[in-house]
Each structure stands twice: as C-alpha cells, then as structure tokens.
C-alpha cells in the first residue's frame, strides 16, 4: 500500500531549474571521490579487531548515537528504555527490538531534520528499506535489517572499504597503546590514522584527572610529578602519535582563551592539581597556557592543531550521573576569538608552518571574527560545520558566510566528527550536494565562472581537506 | 486612476513555480483552520463588555499600536500629534480624522515592514479599501472605515466569530479579578482565557510595585507581610486563574537569570523590598529565584510556563515619563540561555509534565542555544518568533535555525501576541504561509516527503500550539 | 585558446527568471544614477593634485588595498613580497612586475569573494582585460593595464568625471589644512568635501597622540594646555571644516560605550593624558564621554554624525610594527548597543536635528539591536554594510534583518568606504544590483508593490544617502 520509500536524486538542490542542473553537474563529478576522514569519532576496534561486527540495528543505529535518542529524551523517552548503558547500574532496557520499536514509534520527530536525512539514506540506501519506518513496520524491518547485518558486505572492514574512505581519523587519549592502529598498519590498513587528543589531561578539571595522568605517566614508563615531566610526557606521546601516523592534534574548551603562563605559574598550578588542591581559575588558566604550549609543539613537529570551542559539556548533571558522557546534553554558549586568540596568534599566528583549525558552535562568530582572522593570519584555517550546524541549513550559513571573507583556501574541507560509523558516507554525501549547490548559485548568480566552480567543488568535496591536515 | 489595491493571493511564497505550487497546496489546507491564540495582550473588556466597540480608525489602527506609531516616531513625527495618550497632563491631538492624515501621510514608512503587510491585509481584506493609503485619499479612506466600523459586522464580538478564532489567551495582572472571562464563560465564551502575568509583583523594581502588592494582598484578602504570605498569595491566585480557565503563565525579564535563594534569603530580600530598602543585586536576584519557583508552582498544578527574555523596557526614559510603557521604546539585549537556565533546568528540566516555553529577541542564540536546549530537556520547548521578528524573514529564520536542532514537535507553535485586535488574522495567516512556504522549499530540495510536509503544515497552523498549551 | 573574460550581465540577482527579470528592470532605471560617495578613505591629493596619476598597475591595485594584500598573507605570501610599504626600514619588493606576477598567481584565492567580484570589473570592464588572470599571462596583461594607465582617460580627474560621481566625501583629520579641498573646490570642485575624524585625538592611546595634538594645537594657533581648549579646538576645526564643505564627522571605537564625565572629570583624565600618566580606564571613558561631546556639537553646528564600531585594530602586533596600520589585521568583535548607547541617546536621541549613522561589523546585532534602535530613536539611522559585509551576501542580510524593523527610511543609504579609487563605481554597482535583487523579491512573493520597489530602488541608489548625509 505505501509508497516506495526512495530519496530524492536531487535532495540538498534549490528547486529553480538552471542551478538544479549545474549542481547535479558539479556533484556527479565529486560524488564518487574517495572520502577523507579527518576528524571524528569511530572506534579504532571496530576496524582494528577483524571479528568486530555492527551489531543489533539498534546497536548500531540507536544506542551509540546521542544525535538520535537526544531527540526521543526531548520529547520525554527515557534513555533506559532507548537501552543507552548506565553507569550507576540502573537496568536499561535489553531487548534491542523493542529499543527499535520505540525509536519508530518516534521517527518522525526526525522531520525535517539532517538526523532524518541520514537515517534515510543509510535504511534506504545502505540497507534496502522500502517503507518509511513507522511504529506499524518496525518490526519488519529490523528483521531485514538483522539480516543483512549477517552478511559479510556489512563486515566493518569490508563496509570501509565498500564507503571508499582514503583515509580515516580517530581521536584517542594520549595514553592509548594505539595497538589497533598498530596492527592495522601491519595488515595494510595505513590510512587509518590517530589523532592525539589531551583534554583528559590537559583540562585539570576533568572527570577522572588523577586516572588518567597516572595512565599517562605509565604508557611514558615514568612518573609525573611535575609540570615539567607532564610536558616532555605529551612531547613524547606526541611523537609516538605521529610515528603511528597522526598528522593532528585536537583540544577542546569552553571558551578560546590562551595565555602564556611563566613556567614557575604554570608548575605551582599542576602541583595544585596533584594535590587536589586547585584555586579558582587554575584549571582556566593551565587550559589557556596549554593551547600556549600545544601551538608551540605542533610547531615544532608539525601536527595540525584542532580547536573544538563552546560546548558546555554535560549541562544535564542528573543524566551526567546516570549515563555519563556525550548522552546529547551539551550545549553551546556565545564565543569570542578574537580577544582570546590574540596572546597565541601573536606567538604563533604569523608562522605558516602551523595549521590551526578553529571549530566553533556560535554561528554568529562565522562572519564576526573567525573569517576575519582566517583571511589574516597565516596560521589559521576554519574547519567545516561542527556539531548541531553539521546540516543542510548549517553548511549553508557556514558557505555565506565564511567564503566571502576567508576565501575557500583557509578553510579545512570537510569532517563528519562521527561515532556513528554507518553514517559517514551520508554526511560526506549532504555536504558535496550542499556545497555543490552553493557553488552552481554564485555561477547563476554570475559571481563565479563554471571552470572556477569545477576546481573549487574538488577543493571542498577531497582536495582541501588533504591538503590541510596533510594527508596528502 | 490609481490601480486597484490587491494583495497577491502567492504573498510570502518563493517565486519559483514547483515551490510556490506546493506552498499554495499546503497553505490551501489549513488557510481556514480556526485560529489558536494562547499568548496575546487583547483587553479582555473588548468582548467581555458587549457594548465595546472598535473606536474610529485612529483608535483601532494607530493609537494602541506601538508597532505602528514607533515607526512614524521614528521619522520625527510626535507621539502629541498621534493621539497617543500622555500620562503626564500634556496636550494630544484629540482628532481622528488628523492623526489619520498624519498617518496616511507617512504610510510609506512601512514598505518592505510587516507593519505594511498587515495593515495592507486589515484595510483591503477586512474593510474593502480600494487604493492603497496615501496623504491625498486619506479622508476618504477614512470615511469608509467609519462607515464600516458603524455596522454590526465590525462588533468584536461579531469580529471574534468571524475569526474564526477557537481560543485566546489574555494576559492579566495576578489582582485582576478576572470578571470579564468569568461573565464571558457565563455568556458561552469559555475559549477566551486568561494568562497569569505575576511580573508587576515579581519584579521588585517594577513601577508601582507597593501598588500592585497592596493590590494583590487585597484580592487574596490579606496582609502579604513576608515573602511566604507572597507565596502562598501567588499559589492561590494560580489557582484562580487555573479554576477561570487559564492553561498558562507568563513572566519577562531582562535576563534568563536562574537561580535558587534559600528561604532566609529570599525573605530578607522581600523585607528589605517591603521596606523601600532595596539594595543592588536584590532584584535580580529576586527574579532568578522567582523563576525557579514558578518552575515549582508549574510542575504543580500544570499551568504552562512562558518565559519572555532579553528586552529592556523603556529605554527612552523621557518618552516613559512623557506616554508611560509600551510606546515602541523597548530595545533587545544579547540573551544568554546556556547558564543562565542550568539552575532551572537542572531543578526542573528533565521532568517531562513541566512545559517551560521560551521567547527570545536575540536570534544568535536559536541555533546556538535554544534549539540544542530544546532539543534535549523534555521540559523545553520554543515559542515562535517575538515581536520584532514576527515576520516573513523572522519567521523563516526561526525555520531554518531551529527545527534541524529541535525539530518541530519541541516547538509551540504561532502566537499572534498582540494587543490589535483587528490584525490576529493577518498574523496568523503569515505565520500559515511561511510556514508552508518553508515546508514546500524543504520538499522540493528532497528533505521531506509531501505526506510529512501536510502533517507539519497542520502542526504548525493548530495542532501543536493547542498541544504545547494544553488547549485540547 | 581561453574563453573571453566576460562578466555575467546578471550578476548578483537570482537566477529565477520572474525575479531577475523583475530585478534587471529595477536596476536598469537607476544603474547610471550618478554616485554619491559620502564616506570613503580616497586622498585628496588624487584629486587635488592636477598631476597626480594612478602609478603602475600595482601601485593601483595591490599595494594600497589591505582587502587584496590580507588574502594573499593569509596563504603565506609575505607582504614584503607584495610591495607593501615597510615602517622600520626593512626593504620591500619594488619591481610592480615581480609583485603583480605574485598577485596573480594567487588570483584564484579570490573566488567565490567581493574582492574577486570588483577586481574581475575593474580589470574587464575598465581596463578592457579579456582573460581571467593567471600566473600564465600575468605579464602581458601588466603591459595592457600599463598602457591603460598612461592615457589620459586615465588621469584620477578625468576618471572622476567618467565615473559619474556626484559627490565625494573624504575623511581627514581635524589638524589637515584641507588644502586640497580648498583648491579643489577653487577649481571647481565643490563636490569633493571633507569629513571631520578626530580619533587621532580623541582616542588618548591612539599612537602619536602627543603630535596629534600638537599638531592640532598648530593648526588652531594655540596652545591646549587643557580639556577646555581641546574642546574649543575641536569646535574650532569642526567650524572650519563645515566651512570647506563637510557635513558629517566620523568616529571610531572598539566599543560604543557612552557616558557622561564631569567637567572635572574630563579634565583630570586629560590632564593626565597631557602627561602621559594615564590609568586603567582613562582613555576607555574619555572616549565615552567625547561620543557624548560630539553628538552635542553636532546638535550645535548641523554635521552628521557617524560611528564606526567594533574593529578591534592592529590584532596582529608584529605586523603593526614592520608595517603600521590598515594592512588588513584589525578583526572584529561582538557589539553591544542597547546599553552602551543609552546615556548618548537619552540625552540627545529624541533629537530629530541630529543624525546619528551607526556601522557595526556584529551581524548579529542587525536585527537585535540596531534596527529596533533605529525604528524607534529619530535621531539613529544604520549605514551600511561594513568592510567584511560590503558584499552580495552581507548586503542581502543587511536588507533582510534590517529593513522589517527599522523601515528603509532609517538607513543611510550606500557608502563605498574605500581607499582604492578606481573599485569606487563596481562597489556601487553591487549595491545597485543586491538592492534590486532584493526588491525584486520582495515584489514577486507580493511584499511590495511594483511602484512602490521603484521608488525604493531610487532611494537605496541615490536619494537616501543624499537626504541623510544632508547632501542635497
């Protein structure tokens, strides 16, 4: 009785004709370009055991993907019942066919939404679904999507490869051993890369500082029991990273602010923190000093800096409690760069050699102040769309207006910055039909001539993003 | 000569022709679907005395509205020569035909303003002008709204039925005794419902506080000498307004500040307030506590929660003391959510029976920080575009920005939040165009199927607006 | 081999073809309106010496122009490289040809920008260049702008002619003798006029102030000894500059802070100046209170009054001192108007003699603040769109966020704000055409009437900065 449940050829076009056609034009010829993964947040187990499997359609769909239950919480589902994991024993819910009858139940909060479009693709496209999901068919379709999760096609690896990713990127502690990247080199598997993020330690605040230094400390076969053992530490971890093929580092904060602390403020503030003793603003402070220190570092031996700024981390303490982190409860505030960044820029702002990606959830600085000092400095370039603006409005706003100050050679090309391991080719997918669509509306618009608007579709869709994390 | 005034039947669709078919097939759906106004400022004496009438046509359309007069104040014209009653004594302009030519006269102001397009709508749909206003057919055009207005059609209670309208929510003082709903619901009116508005008690700093609190003691019929006489006077008259028929509560402040007083504290707070003692901070402070305890008293006995955040009142203090309030000089602030509201939402925010409706004039913080809000806690939900941006572009701002983080079931649909009478209509029918308009764009550009974009359409036109207020 | 360079006739208007159809008649009735330029960076001497001439084809389009240079430094291009003058005596690139091959090597770094837009005019339909540039034939076509240059359409006033402008504003700094504007005017050019900018002065930490204010002090044949006769020089000068033509002043300010100082006050904190013993604060309030000064003298004397608002300037301190100021590093911040301009506007904003014209680089505050401001206060009109937002887009957002509220009668029309000469026509050009555009588009989704979309072309054209800037 339904309709086939397809997705529109041209979805992510402006419906006037002439751009509709010079936008599918420029998308065909980028469609199938590798995809370059340099940010985000797949398991390195998922590729590096070679037994891993997806799971359960709500494993692999549901349970680790907070873009989707957040959503289902908002409207009053508890994410108990969605079987997202407790940390303080509360029983979830098991039966992963009834998380997904739940989940159906509530698709169409998804309605006009990028989790909807990409929920879309990957059951159509990736899965052969042929009914829009409702709480009538789930059932159904688990049973065909359990299926195909059993044949081999949807074997990680075999999926990687299938998703013709070039190179992927995950994020990892600095004490990780990295044995899965280990081994994936061994086996051929070279463009899977690590990405060496600190915050665990560098952020004195952090849930579980003293663990994670004490891993830190082992992984460096030493004890940490100064600022300065903590910086030759990450100096070392930095190079293991890199030897293992980390071409980036990333940080995140709450606000960008940068300071250069004297080395005798910086070691009485770890001391604090060894203590657990910190003042008020130590752990701000020590955060500002580090961008400091990890700017003059990527100097030094070349990774590409990231900076992730504005989310205030886990704002639901109760659900914090209960489920822990990264359970959708982050929310952005207002932020300001152009003061906080000036004590690093002008350290380092000048120098060529460093890559300094700006990643930010406040729309309103796009065109503020981060297109400003991208078109300034050398140092500086503007990753993609992050987070909530990772979306079809979103990349719109970020192409309006970014480009026009910034030009499109100061910025970073495209991330999915995804745990969601099945998506990534879908969220590449929306931004080669957004960014497409873009360029067909300045061509049209007699802004750019069709020849630039070819290379530049190139540039946003693969050659950019190689280029500036230096994957190439 | 002049050419017909018409208004286009395709106003506020994108021309380009597949879109503008699909809007006009979404909008010819629910163009006739009774009006839901559960936020507005209608004197409730206007159809609970069945004498009242809508006055001449400077009474209807210009005198009693900021929206209109700001404008041509703004261009140097004196509030004296529209009418506009002072407060201090001074002299105004008593003639309607003169404040109308006055008017007419600077009609052109509102070109390209949605002040224009509703007046357009009210004069040529409502009344039958012909020629669009000018200085030269002012008179004329005035004797036939004068005419019109005479007859029995243009009764507000007649207007009323005409509108189709099926509930509306008045805003009303906590000491209003609320006769005119009660006879009204004696009279068969129960659709028309008052809102409880506590802010001229809540805020310590309001003029006339000792006023509106001997005011609120005498209609609970008490001495309200300490901070919990206060509050059990506010719990009482809650429940007064709950028993008349109001489903919802409404506060404004110039920030979302939050926060939670212990008892002592707030009664000292209250004393010194008592005492004409006040000292810095103490309003504030008083306000952020007030919101947790409305939050409190909400979660209580249901009444829905509406929060109007980030305009600074009569910010021409001449003109205040001169005409008194709501003369068109409030001015938005930057509004911040994020932590402004942890207090409250961390109280109150993940229990789904609370509905906490949040208005804002800062749009940097939709897709920043409103919609990642909604979209997570089950109790947030948005209220539409207010005041300035209740318009075609503030409404398809508030489209693009808002719905891909929260979706539209964490929306509370359109409220009209006027106190002109005769332009419910035309707001309402704006908000119904857009609104198809952006769902037509989204399913020409293959993000929505048209089944969906029709249930959207009846969501946002009536359905989710008598859900999120608890009219059904 | 190459196609012909051409620009697209219709460009900057949206390819639906009823609008643009619709927009091209609008912009064909006002395209060849003469220009009024009042505010813009030009030197006077261009003009003001008979034998000034535009120099070599770098010297006219690279070198003085921070828009062109800061995109090139931004991708590691050193501005020694670029021909920019140095300040401490390190030597720079002085072969025109060396530097204008650099340049188009990384002409393709413009794409999809305003910069790319008007160089693509100037050097097509200017200088009659047929192929986009590129390293490849950057040299012949230095030899064709060469030749160009050394005709005698070529001369600056001949060309000044050429580019039909009606008048001219120039900003200087209130000890210039306006020598040039003097014997320009005694040739007959009464349309090149001065505007008074006192930032030198007024901003006590600006560099050089001391010689600033000698040199002020020189001018005015007297010594200032004190915060009076700095107030009677400003007088003074104000004087004489309405005397050689101006009718407006600027000022520029990282925030728009306003307050008002006692006499005293204002004296002690000069005072100090005058010694060099400022403290915290000092030139931040003196700077509040001189807005408040200026704005009384402009209530005084009839000039128009302008802030420029939110450039933090210089950012890039290494740079500021190899090359000095204005060489593209001055990044913006956010702006807050509501409560920094209270104190200004509660003493003057009721004025309608005073004209008071607001830029801002914070988008977000458009329809935030700065509408609401200007739709209400009569004394406030917005310029428009600033630097970075000079452009397609940042003029659509400007029409789109501003307009709704403030009304088109509140703006102040267009100002090229340029110091290079030769993209004065292109940069009214793109107004002319986003303007229609966006006219256009009001009229087909029926906002707007055509008659009415007519008028209004003329007024965002030609005949509102005209009124505003007090020019007719």
Known sequence: MATKWTLDPDRCFA??????????????????????????????????????????????????????????????????????????????????????????????????????LWLADVLVNLFG?????????????????????????FKPRTMFKQ???????????????????????????????????????????????????????????????????????????????KQTGATATDQAALTAYTTRLSQPEAETIFSRALRGQLEKDDAHRFAGHMFMEMARMSLEDGLVMQMHIGSYRNHNEALFSQFGADKGADIPIATEWTQNLHPLLKAYGNDS??????????????????????????????????????????????FDRVIETAGLYNT???????????????RHDVWRRVACNWLAGLVLGGQLDEADAHEMAQDCAYRQAKRVYKLD
Request: aromatic letters at 12%.
């Open 15 to 116: 419906p006037e004709p002439a751009r509709r056609k010079l936008a599918r034009q420029l998308y065909d010829a980028v469609k199938n370009l590798p995809l370059v993964c340099p940010h985000g947040h797949v398991s390195p187990a998922l590729l590096g055991d070679p037994n891993a499997s997806l799971g359960s359609p709500a494993e692999l769909l549901i349970i680790p993907d907070h873009y989707v239950f957040r959503m289902l919480y908002s409207q009053g589902v508890r994410l108990e019942d969605l079987g997202v994991p407790s940390q303080d024993g509360s029983v979830v819910e098991s039966d992963p066919r009834r998380i997904w009858q739940r989940f159906a139940e509530h698709f169409y909060l998804f309605r006009a939404t990028p989790t909807g």
């Open 129 to 153: 679904v042929e009914e829009k999901l409702t709480g009538e068919n789930a059932q159904p379709i688990y049973d065909q999507l359990e299926k195909q999760l059993a044949r081999p096609e």
């Open 163 to 241: 998703f013709n990713i070039e190179v992927l990127c995950t994020t990892d502690a600095p004490w990780d051993s990295l044995e899965y990247h280990q081994s994936l080199q061994r086996e051929g598997f070279g463009n899977i890369r690590p990405t060496f993020r600190p915050d665990g330690v560098i952020n004195l605040l952090a849930p579980g500082w003293h663990e994670n230094l004490a891993r830190l400390a082992e992984v460096c076969r030493t004890d940490i029991t100064s600022y300065n053992h903590f910086l030759k530490c990450l100096e070392d971890r930095r190079a293991f990273f």
């Open 353 to 398: 050699r460093l890559r300094l990606i700006l990643f930010c959830l406040d729309e309103g600085s796009y065109s503020r102040e981060l297109a400003p000092l991208a078109g300034h400095y050398p140092a500086v370039f503007l990753g993609p769309p992050w987070w909530f603006h990772d979306s079809v409005n979103g990349m719109q706003r970020y």
């Open 412 to 426: 970073a090309g495209f991330n999915d910055d995804t745990r969601a391991f099945a998506s990534i080719p879908t």
